[in-house]
């Protein structure tokens, strides 16, 4: 080792480089010395900062391509001391250790690299950073001696606490965003790697970072955060283009009404409202979709959410705007349509991309403990795969309707009912603690319409009552798992009114 090693030392070793230059200066002007590595100590020093690199400290090149250069005793020594201490002093002295009072390190953009398209696993692999992780561990773990900071966004805080630096406080509320930060960062990889083995995996990753401290909860009494992994973005993808920051009950209603429209390949439109359909439809083009899945029920429509899974016309952006509404989500607007919607002020606009990130599992947290599934995922039914217990059999078109049907029901709460025509949701029965409720309810919200009206169940009906009034209903063909005990005497009301009906042996329940 040839570097003199005097003085007061800041590690800087970051991936994300934003803000690194002033802080970097900010910490020179307060009396410390630099230390850095590859291509963060070519960035400082291209800036005009001075720089000591690892390598001159260590007395031991970076090899392996980079792989290891700060995994050495003369640098996790300077992490780890405890400066209270007096041996780990004279540790550090005796074995030409710095003394490093603040790290500023950042990880491997591993989550940037796994979103690209095409990425290999050996790509993937390769951004699974050891050294920075360790340093920020070992850092945290110390943090009575030495600061750590992840975040950029704390640059300008620390920089004001200068030359003396982060208080206790400080310095604790730092560790606890590093260990957020690495732990984020775990669960990153193990989801990735979970996608590449072939034994099914049971665990589920909760390290999350709050990106956004929302107004309130559910009620303005309750308190609420949105979360992310760490490095993700605030809204997962989704570019929020006009409007007021999003809500707790946005937030919800807006997933459950994105989850709803992909399930479309033909230009579909849903109109949520408190995480129930209010109205949707699937037609040739979406100014056709949003017609008639607002008028599914344009009562409940107020106040509720659009998804779209195409971009939003002009047209349609004249209609949205006459009505009140909290928000807009799709793919696209056209230039016009923007401009339309960006006349009301507390509208939210959401452009949604393409392909975006979708869970393969659902967690719910209760009393007892975290509750995890697998989604409930889209299911192409198939006539020849079901059983058409009735004697009359449905049509080409009452099939086509029923999948439409059975498609939007798996969105709606339990007990669920849809009512529809074509592929178009005529009225919607949901929340029932009974099944023949939710088929009044649907029943009543449906249009006046008695031809050609499908209903879909989301599980089986227990008894008759709910067939009989779907049949004064005008309904001509239902769509239900079957599997009830009574199965037959639903079968034999079906027949009476000459309802054919289709047993999925697939349940679509959602509390």
Known sequence: ????????????????????????????????????????????????????????????????????????????????????????????????????????????????????????????????????????????????SVSIVVDPTDYDEIA????????EQLRRRLALKAFRHTAAYDAAICEYLEGHVDTASHGVNLALEATETLRYGENPHQEAWLLHGSGASPYGGIEQLHGKALSYNNIVDLDAALELVAEFDRPAVAVIKHTNPAGVAEADDISTAFTTALAGDPMSAFGGIFAFN????????????????????????SADALEILSQKKNIRLLQVPDGRFKP??????????????????????????????????????????????????????????????????????????????????????????PDGQVLASDAFFPFRDGIDAAAAAGVKAIIQPGGSRRDQEVIDACNEHGISMVFTGKRHFRH
């Open 310 to 333: 195409g971009e939003v016309p002009a047209d349609v952006a004249e209609v949205i705007n006459e009505g009140f509404y909290e928000i807009v989500a799709a793919p696209a607007f």
């Open 360 to 449: 393969t599992e659902s967690v719910r947290a209760t009393s007892l403990g975290y509750l995890v599934q697998t989604v409930d995922p889209r299911i192409e039914l198939d006539l020849s795969d079901c059983e058409v217990p009735t004697e009359r059999k449905p049509s080409d078109d009452e099939w086509n309707s029923l999948k439409f049907a059975w498609r939007v029901c798996k969105h709606v709460k339990s007990n669920a009912i849809v009512i529809a025509e074509g592929t178009r949701s005529l009225g919607v029965g949901a929340g029932q603690m009974s099944r023949i409720d939710s088929v009044k309810i649907a029943s009543e919200k449906r249009r006046e319409n």
């Open 160 to 167: 004001a606490t200068l030359p003396d630096g982060p208080d």
């Open 1 to 144: 080792m040839n570097a003199d090693i005097s003085g007061r030392w800041a590690l800087i070793s970051v991936s994300d480089k934003s803000g690194v230059v002033p802080f970097a200066k900010s910490l020179v002007d307060a009396g410390y010395r630099i230390l850095s590595t590859g291509g963060t100590a070519r960035h400082l020093m291209e800036a005009g900062v001075e720089v000591t690199k690892v390598a001159d400290v260590t007395g031991f090149p970076e090899i392996m391509n980079g792989r290891v250069k700060t995994l050495h005793p003369r640098i996790h020594g300077a992490l780890l001391g405890r400066r209270p201490d007096p041996s780990h002093v004279d540790a550090m002295k005796a074995h030409g250790i710095p003394d490093i009072r603040l790290v500023a390190v950042n990880l491997y953009p591993f989550r940037q690299t796994i979103a690209r398209d095409g990425v290999t696993l050996p790509e993937a692999i390769e951004q699974i950073d050891i050294g920075g992780p360790t340093m920020v561990r070992a850092t945290a773990k110390n943090h009575e």
